[in-house]
C-alpha cells in the first residue's frame, strides 16, 4: 500500500458526460501528479499540483482539469468525455519535486 | 529531447532463470533521475528503486540489480533467480526537473511484459 487512495475505483459513464476522479496524497506529501495510461499511448503525464497551485501540464486536453484543495486532496476532472478517454488514471504523490512518486491504485474509466 | 526506450516488448522465461530489462534513456541535461516501477495484474504500480545522475553505482536488492551506466545511457535492472510473482510490466522512467517547465514529472518507457513460467 503506497498511502496515496484513490476513488473511485471503477467509473463506467457515456460519451458527453462529466466525471470527478478524487486523490489523496500520501500524510506529507506537498506534490500531487495525474497521469493516464491507456493502450495507445502508454503512461503519460497530464498536469502537476504543489502545495495547491499548479505547477506543470503536459498532454492535457482543455476538456480536462484538475485542482489540489487545502487539505492537499486533488481532483481531475474530465468533461464531454469521448470513448478515446476510456483509460486507468493514476494520481501520484512526492514530498518534493523531482523526489520519488507514490502511485495510488488508480481509477479505470470506461466511455461507452 | 527527453525519452525513454524500452526495446523488449514481452520477455518470458522459465522460474529460476536470470532476465534482463534493457532500458535506454534520453536527456541533455546533466542532473536527471531515473526510476523502475513494477505494474503487476493487479494495476497499481509499484515503486522500485530511483537513482540521481551523479550516482553511477550499481545497487543491489534482494533478488533484484540495477546497473547504471551513463556512458551507454541506460539503466537495466537484472532479476536473478526468477520467481512466478516477478511477472508483470515493469517501466523504466525519467524525471529531468531541469527540463522545460518540468517539475520533475515522470517520462515513462513503454514497458516490458515479464511472464515468468512454473
Known amino acids: ?112 | 529531447a527527453q525519452k525513454v526506450t524500452q526495446a523488449q516488448t514481452e520477455i518470458s522465461v522459465v522460474e529460476k532463470e536470470d532476465v534482463t530489462l534493457d532500458c535506454v534513456y534520453e536527456t541533455r541535461d546533466t542532473t536527471y533521475y531515473l526510476f523502475w516501477y513494477k505494474q503487476p495484474p493487479s494495476g497499481e504500480l509499484v515503486f522500485l528503486i530511483r537513482r540521481n545522475s551523479f550516482d553511477e553505482q550499481n545497487e543491489i536488492s534482494g533478488r533484484y540489480s540495477w546497473n547504471f551506466q551513463k556512458s551507454t545511457s541506460s539503466f537495466n535492472f537484472t532479476i536473478t533467480a526468477s520467481q512466478v510473482v516477478d511477472s508483470a510490466v515493469y517501466f523504466c522512467a525519467l524525471s529531468d526537473p531541469n527540463y522545460g517547465g518540468s517539475q520533475g514529472n515522470l517520462i515513462f518507457g513503454k514497458g516490458t511484459k515479464l511472464s515468468v513460467k512454473p
Not at chain 1, 500520501?26 to 499511448?41: E, N, P
Open chain 1, 1 to 112: 500500500d503506497s498511502g496515496v487512495t484513490q476513488t473511485p475505483k471503477h467509473l463506467i459513464t457515456a460519451t458527453g458526460q462529466r466525471v470527478t476522479l478524487r486523490c489523496s496524497p500520501r500524510s506529507g506529501d506537498l506534490s500531487v501528479y495525474w497521469y493516464q495510461q491507456s493502450l495507445d499511448q502508454g503512461l503519460q503525464f497530464l498536469i502537476q499540483y504543489y502545495n495547491g497551485e499548479e505547477r506543470a501540464k503536459g498532454n492535457i486536453l482543455e476538456r480536462f482539469s484538475a485542482q489540489q484543495f487545502p487539505d492537499l486532496h486533488s481532483e481531475l476532472n474530465l468533461s464531454s468525455l469521448e470513448l478515446g478517454d476510456s483509460a486507468l488514471y493514476f494520481c501520484a504523490s512526492s514530498v518534493a519535486v523531482a523526489e520519488t512518486q507514490y502511485f495510488g491504485p488508480g481509477t479505470r474509466l470506461l466511455v461507452l
